[in-house]
C-alpha cells in the first residue's frame, strides 16, 4: 500500500462555541468580500463607499452653513434603499451557495447544530447591515462632535442624538437580515434569490400607496404594515420619533396611535423569518 502521508488530527479540538464563533466571523467577511477574489469586493465596497461619502457630505455641508441637513436616525431611512440591494447581493452569497453546492452535511457534523449555521448566519449579515448604517453615523458624530461650539455639553447632545440612530440602525439590519436570509434559503441559485429578496422588498411598496390613498384614515395608518421598509419606519417612528420628525407636519408620516402594532408585527416578523429559517435547513439536512 502506498502512504501518501494522511496522519490523524492531535491538536485541541475547541468545540461548538468555537465552530459557531469560526462560521459567523467567515460569513461577515464574506459580507464585504474579504478573503475572497478582487470581483467579490466591488459590490459591496462600493455601497460602503457612497454611504460614508454621504456622511462626510452631510459633515462638510454642517461644518459650512450650521445646519443638520439629516438626523442620525434619519440617515439610516436615507440609506435604506441602498440597504435593499445590499441584502440583495450577500444574502445569496450567504446562503445560497452552500445550498447549491450541497455542503451543507459537512457543516451539520458534529459539533455544529443544526440550528447553528442559520442563526450564525443571520447574525452576520445583520452585524454587515449594522455596519454599513452605523459606521457613517459615527463618521457623522465625530464631524458633529468636534465642530460644536458648546463644549461638552454639545458633545453631550450629539451622543444622545446618536444613540437612537445606532439603535433604529440595528432594527433596520434585523428585520431586512431575517427577511433576505429567509428569500435567499429557498434556492441554491443566486441570481433567483438576489431576484427574489428585491421583489420582497420593492413590490410590496404599492401595497402600501394603495392602501394609502384610501378614504379610510385607520387604513392610511396601517399601511405601513404591507412593506419591510415602511413597517421599520413606523416602528421607527413609534420609539424614536423626535429622532425622525423635525418637521411641524409630521414629516407626511402618520401612523396614529397604531406605534404599538408596528412594533408587534416587526418582532412577529423577525421572530417568523427566524422559525422559518430554522425549519429550512432542518429540512436541508434531512436531504
Known amino acids: 500500500m502506498h502512504d501518501i502521508g494522511y496522519q490523524r488530527y492531535t491538536g485541541t479540538r475547541l468545540g461548538r462555541r468555537h465552530v459557531v464563533g469560526a462560521l459567523y466571523a467567515h460569513s461577515l467577511r464574506t459580507a464585504f468580500g474579504l478573503g475572497r477574489s478582487a470581483k467579490a469586493k466591488i459590490f459591496p465596497w462600493f455601497i460602503v463607499a457612497i454611504v460614508v461619502a454621504v456622511a462626510a457630505g452631510l459633515v462638510a455641508i454642517r461644518t459650512q452653513i450650521g445646519e443638520v441637513l439629516l438626523s442620525y436616525a434619519q440617515f439610516a431611512d436615507a440609506m435604506s434603499w ?9 444574502a445569496p452569497e450567504l446562503v445560497s451557495r452552500d445550498l447549491g453546492s450541497g455542503v451543507l452535511p459537512l457543516y451539520f457534523s458534529r459539533p455544529l447544530r443544526i440550528a447553528d449555521y442559520p442563526l450564525a448566519k443571520f447574525a452576520a449579515l445583520a452585524t454587515a447591515v449594522f455596519m454599513l448604517l452605523g459606521v457613517p453615523q459615527l463618521v457623522m458624530f465625530l464631524g458633529g462632535a468636534f465642530t460644536t461650539e458648546t463644549g461638552w455639553s454639545g458633545v453631550w447632545n450629539e451622543v444622545t442624538d446618536l444613540a437612537p440612530g445606532l439603535v433604529y440602525a440595528l432594527l433596520w439590519a434585523a428585520v431586512f437580515s431575517a427577511i433576505g436570509l429567509t428569500v435567499a434559503s429557498v434556492t441554491g441559485k443566486r441570481a433567483f434569490a438576489a431576484g427574489g429578496v428585491v421583489a ?86 434531512r436531504r
Open 82 to 90: 441602498l440597504v435593499i440591494f445590499f441584502v440583495a447581493v450577500v
Open 200 to 285: 420582497v422588498f420593492l413590490m410590496t411598496t404599492p401595497i402600501v400607496g394603495v392602501l394609502g390613498v384610501l378614504p379610510s384614515v385607520t387604513a392610511n395608518q396601517l399601511a405601513g404594515l404591507a412593506a419591510p421598509s415602511t413597517l421599520v419606519q413606523g416602528t421607527g417612528l413609534w420609539l424614536f420619533r423626535d429622532a425622525l420628525v423635525t418637521s411641524p407636519d409630521g414629516g407626511g408620516i402618520g401612523i396614529g396611535d397604531f406605534g404599538p402594532v408596528y412594533g408587534l408585527v416587526t418582532v412577529a416578523l423577525i421572530a417568523g423569518c427566524v422559525v422559518a429559517l430554522l425549519a429550512r435547513y432542518r429540512k436541508a439536512a
